[in-house]
C-alpha cells in the first residue's frame, strides 16, 4: 500500500491531495495569489489530520515539476524536499503540463482522435507549451512558444487540437476562425492529476535524487537588483 502527498504550486493555484494507492483520499486548494508560502504547510496538517492519518505515513512525496512561475516552483519544490528529508521517503516529479493534459484526456470522449496542447501563460504572447497525444506521449516537446496565427499550424492540419490553460485565451484570439483548433476553458492545474500520474512513477520507483533535484524552469530566470539582471 502506498501513501502519497501530491503538491502543485506551479501558478497561482495552491493545491495539494492524498492518494492511498489509486484512491484520492482528500485534497485542499486555494486560489488566492502568492498564498502558496504562507498557506501550504497548514493545508498540509489540516489534510493528513482530517484524512486521518500521519506524516510518517507518507511513501512518497509528489511535486509538480514546471513549468510555470519560479516563485511557485520553489515552494513547491522546498516544501516537498523538506519533507522527504525529514521523513527518509522518495520524491516523486511530475510535469506541470502533463497534469493538465491528463485533466482533458480523462474528460474527453474518445480522446485519441485529438492532439492536447496545454499552454501556460509565460507574458505577452509566450505560452510555455508542448504537444501531447492522448497516451501523453510527446508529438512536439515542452518549449517556450511566441504565438503567432500560424503556431502549430502544420499539426491542425492533420486532425484537432485541443488547446486549454491559462495561455490558451490569447491564442484563440488568433485562430479562433481554423476549423481543427478547439478550446477548453478553465483548465487548471491540479494535485489531483499530479498525484495520479505520480503513482506509476513510484511503482516503477521513478524516484528523483532529493539532494539534487530542480524543478523544470524552462528558462533562465533574472533576478533584478542594484539595478542589474542577475542570471540564475
Do not use: W
Not at 493545491?15 to 502568492?34: H, W, Y
Not at 505577452?124 to 502549430?152: G, N
Request: charged share 20%; proline share 4%.
Amino acid at each position: 500500500m502506498s501513501l502519497i502527498l501530491a503538491l502543485e504550486t506551479s501558478t497561482t493555484v495552491c493545491s495539494i491531495a492524498l492518494f492511498q494507492d489509486r484512491q484520492l483520499l482528500g485534497a485542499s486548494e486555494l486560489q488566492i495569489e502568492k498564498s502558496h508560502s504562507s498557506h501550504i504547510t497548514v493545508m498540509i496538517s489540516q489534510l493528513v489530520e482530517n484524512c486521518g492519518v500521519t506524516l510518517q505515513e507518507l511513501s512518497a512525496v509528489a511535486v509538480s515539476g514546471g513549468p510555470g512561475s519560479y516563485t511557485g516552483l520553489r515552494i513547491g519544490t522546498s516544501t516537498a524536499k523538506g519533507l522527504c528529508y525529514s521523513l527518509d521517503i522518495p520524491l516523486l516529479e511530475v510535469s506541470t503540463l502533463y497534469g493538465l493534459a491528463a485533466q482533458v484526456v480523462a474528460a474527453t470522449p474518445k480522446p485519441e482522435r485529438y492532439l492536447f496542447c496545454p499552454m501556460l501563460d509565460a507574458r505577452r504572447m509566450e505560452v510555455y507549451t508542448c504537444l501531447l497525444d492522448s497516451q501523453l506521449r510527446e508529438v512536439s516537446p515542452i518549449e517556450p512558444v511566441v504565438l503567432d496565427e500560424h503556431t502549430f499550424e502544420n499539426k491542425m492540419a492533420g486532425q484537432p487540437v485541443l488547446f486549454f490553460g491559462s495561455g490558451a485565451q490569447k491564442f484563440k484570439e488568433l485562430v479562433a476562425e481554423k476549423e481543427n483548433a478547439l478550446f477548453i476553458e478553465e483548465v487548471l492545474p491540479s494535485a489531483k492529476t499530479i498525484g495520479q500520474l505520480a503513482l506509476a512513477k513510484y511503482e516503477q520507483k521513478a524516484f528523483e535524487d532529493v539532494a539534487y533535484y530542480e524543478p523544470f524552469y524552462l528558462k533562465d530566470v533574472y533576478i533584478t537588483g542594484a539595478g542589474k539582471g542577475t542570471k540564475r
